[in-house]
């Protein structure tokens, strides 16, 4: 498993019965997560002395219940700033599980002694995307949601990369990769974070195991005669690392390179224990 232990301003401090107890900076959150299916003893005080508690609903969906917590706060990792807010579907609009990938790639770009082309898909708030330039990539950041872009440029501000060679972009990721092809353009890595379920900007169904696969195909038509990597997040339980591998080592197969899939997780300070969070695929040139 690959694990983000690095963070200073986040943290799972215990987990039990459904749900984490985390520290977001100066803030205590309680929100659900599904792997967490251990009764053991809430002894940690955190669990009493929480400032937002995320609660599932049994019909689907759930709300947030707040204690003494601002609209808006901030968290650093490295370089970077993050503005987190709560907002649907229990989110703050971070995945901190993801720091071990930034670090992975941000190392890649930094050691390539080249200009290096990222284009990240599903690009949510944008912590790939400024990882990735603050490691000296120019960036193509790419997301349906005009809300959630808007957000990572924020991010960007904060980070002190509002300057930094990135192009944002409000599209549907499929069809923005299409048009690329078509333009002849083209990139030296590709991240993307699909979402298991979801829709595009003017209603088009995205189902992550029938439509990951063609999109994997048409990324690798955008990559440069020497790519750098290609990294595939999932939080779908349905694809495995081992899933993740097989796609990536087929699609990249006339590159020389090497694939490494694993489960990526986030330590437990009360307990030891790692949390498991979805799983990375990482193609990687020789």
């Not at 232990?5 to 401090?13: L, Q, R, S, T």
């Not at 959150?29 to 003893?41: A, F, G, S």
């Not at 649907?88 to 390539?112: C, M, Y």
């Not at 002190?160 to 078509?182: H, Q, S, Y």
Request: charged share 20%; proline share 6%.
């Amino acid at each position: 498993m690959w694990i983000a232990d690095k963070w200073k301003d986040y943290e799972v401090i215990d987990c039990s019965k459904g749900e984490k107890l985390e520290r977001w900076g100066d803030y205590i959150l309680v929100r659900p997560d599904p792997q967490v299916i251990w009764d053991t003893p809430r002894t940690q005080p955190g669990w009493k002395r929480k400032n937002g508690h995320y609660h599932r609903s049994k019909k689907g969906g759930g709300e947030w219940e707040f204690f003494d917590l601002p609209q808006q706060w901030d968290i650093h990792y490295n370089s970077l700033t993050f503005h987190l807010k709560p907002f649907s579907f229990k989110h703050t609009g971070l995945f901190p599980e993801q720091a071990v990938n930034w670090d992975w790639f941000s190392d890649k770009i930094r050691h390539s002694r080249r200009p290096v082309k990222v284009l990240n898909l599903f690009a949510y708030t944008g912590g790939a995307t400024l990882a990735a330039a603050a490691a000296g990539a120019s960036v193509t950041h790419v997301d349906a949601s005009k809300g959630m872009v808007t957000w990572a440029k924020e991010n960007a501000s904060s980070s002190g990369l509002a300057a930094a060679p990135i192009r944002w972009i409000v599209d549907d990721c499929v069809k923005f990769t299409e048009r690329e092809i078509r333009r002849g353009n083209h990139y030296d890595a590709v991240i993307m974070d699909p979402p298991s379920y979801g829709r595009g900007p003017k209603g088009e169904i995205w189902k992550i195991e029938d439509a990951i696969y063609p999109l994997v195909k048409l990324c690798v038509q955008l990559l440069s005669e020497n790519p750098l990597f290609f990294l595939i997040n999932s939080y779908t339980t349905g694809l495995q690392p081992a899933v993740l591998a097989y796609m990536l080592g087929s699609a990249m197969h006339k590159f020389h390179g090497n694939v490494e899939a694993q489960e990526i997780g986030l330590p437990v300070s009360s307990n030891g224990l790692v949390l498991p969070c979805g799983a990375s695929g990482r193609w990687e040139a020789h």
